[in-house]
């Protein structure tokens, strides 16, 4: 992948299907002699043309705008040129081998290729370039991503602040903080014979107590915002016709599964992602768990048990009409004794006692967080959906959140611990400020991670890859 790193590239930019408009992207060092032989004229920078795309054999394939971005100031910091055609896709992908085919024309005035080398760009590659020509940092890069993905409102907010550098600027801040602690520690370690203490006279305990404060509140931001990109995965799970999918229906505000009062009418796994406050919740309602012979049924119960210790979080739907019976309340012991041994101890379990118009009376004694609700009627349907905001771990934050992934609340994390056990250096009487100074470095690698300011190229191809082509 390192040799191809300056290669021209070309893409169609615009999704997959027809369209009003479609756009073909080109990006590399040097693209005049391209440009005059697919406009069959020069651009003036940044300014739409409207004019024919030539075919190579004195005809036109469309007609429609070019705009040419010369480096440094374009998307990928190189050279760029974008044709807006007609978003037919045999138009686009006859345009694009265009692109490819003139690239490799002789030029009349050379009497060299236009353009050597021109290729298909891998996916996510122009988002790459842009990245590691400066243009942007890895969270920005991650951004565009994020926002073509998002699936709520409020994710796409979140992403657009972070492709602004909302993230970026947080991330800046404690990077700043970080270094002036770590020219203290390395200051002193330099020179030792010096009267003055350093990191006494500097308060570098106060310097670092305050970025631990710092670092709590972008980490509790950047949980958020992972939260809004990514959800999590709620199911729900319980004895048959205990009213799962009707739950599931209630909770989605559709009918999405399939209702009925037979006992196990629910065979296989049945999911869709909701949102709650911009949240997104991917609910999953599965087959009632039971004894069973016929053998279908024990797939659905075979795949409900695999969701079951898939989850994030877990809702235990109980029938509030069959409580007071002994076996349904045996077997319902027994599932949940299961359900506690396969989940790990950190995934929340919410027991939900449905049917609460049919029931002929209040209930005592019902086990665990125990909601009472009617699917059918909707009653306690919203109360539930506050509770899942809170099991997920979402708070209401102010106006400013920034869409974060995975690896970045990790990555706070790790530079968290580090500082702590800087801390706990520092506190020494005689602190080793060797190891200090370990400590802090470490912190500042995990923070660089996050902005991508390191040679990890796997980790780069990774990122990059599930980008789509043209981006």
């Keep these: ?3 191809q790193l300056h290669d021209p590239i070309a893409a169609i930019a615009t999704a ?3 369209g009003a408009v479609g756009i073909v992207r080109v990006s590399g060092a040097g693209l005049a002699p391209l440009v005059q032989a697919l406009c069959g004229r020069s651009l003036r920078p940044r300014e739409a043309t409207y004019l024919p795309f030539a075919d190579g054999q004195g005809g036109a394939l469309d007609q429609g705008l070019a705009l040419f971005f010369p480096a440094p100031h374009s ?23 265009r692109c490819l085919a003139a690239a490799a024309e002789p030029d009349p005035a050379t009497g060299r290729p236009r353009l050597p080398g021109l290729r298909v760009a891998r996916p996510g590659e ?15 890069a991650e951004a565009i991503a994020d926002l073509i993905d998002a699936s709520t409102e409020a994710a796409a907010r979140s992403a657009s602040r972070s492709l602004g550098g909302a993230f970026s600027r947080e991330i800046g801040t404690l990077r700043e903080a970080l270094i002036h602690l770590r020219m203290l520690v ?5 020179f030792p014979e010096e009267d003055i203490d350093f990191l006494q006279q500097a308060d570098a305990a106060g310097q670092l107590e305050r970025l631990q404060a710092q670092l709590v509140a972008v980490r509790q931001r950047a949980r958020q915002g992972a939260l809004l990109r990514e959800g999590i995965k709620v ?12 739950l599931l229906n209630a909770l989605a505000g559709a009918e999405l599964a399939i209702v009925s009062s037979v006992a196990g009418t629910t065979r296989d796994v049945v999911a869709q992602t909701i949102q709650i406050q911009g949240v997104p919740l991917h609910v999953v309602d599965t087959a009632g768990l039971r004894s069973s012979s016929d053998e279908v049924e024990q797939i659905g119960i075979a795949r409900a048990w695999g969701q079951i210790e898939q989850a994030d979080a877990l809702l235990f739907l109980h029938d509030l009409t069959r409580a007071g019976e002994p076996a349904y309340r045996t077997a319902d012991a027994a599932i949940r004794e299961e359900m506690l041994a396969r989940l790990p101890a950190a995934v929340p379990v919410l027991d939900v006692w449905n049917k609460s118009d049919a029931a002929a009376a209040p209930q005592a004694g019902l086990p665990g967080e125990a909601f009472r609700l009617s699917a059918r009627t909707g009653e306690g349907i919203e109360t539930l959906r506050q509770r899942l905001l809170e099991i997920a771990g979402w708070q209401a934050l102010p106006e400013g959140v920034f869409l974060a992934r995975a690896r970045h609340v990790q990555a706070l994390q790790q530079m968290g611990e580090h500082l702590q056990q800087a801390q706990a250096l520092l ?16 912190a500042q690698g995990a923070l660089n991670a996050i902005t991508g300011e ?18």
């Design 126 to 140: 122009f988002s790459e370039r842009a990245f590691r020509n400066g243009k942007m940092d890895l969270t920005q």
């Design 16 to 18: 997959p299907g027809r």
């Design 186 to 190: 390395e200051a002193t370690l330099d």
């Design 75 to 97: 998307f990928t910091g190189e050279d760029v040129l974008e044709l807006q055609a007609h978003g037919g896709p045999v138009l686009l992908e006859l345009l694009l081998a």
């Design 427 to 442: 506190a020494q009487r005689m602190p080793a400020l060797d190891l200090l100074a370990e400590e802090l470095r470490l």
């Design 235 to 246: 199911v729900i799970a319980g004895q048959p016709n205990a009213g799962k999918s009707s």
């Design 1 to 3: 992948m390192l040799g």
């Design 454 to 471: 390191f040679d990890a190229e796997a980790l780069l191809g990774v990122i990059f890859s599930r980008f789509c082509i043209g981006k």
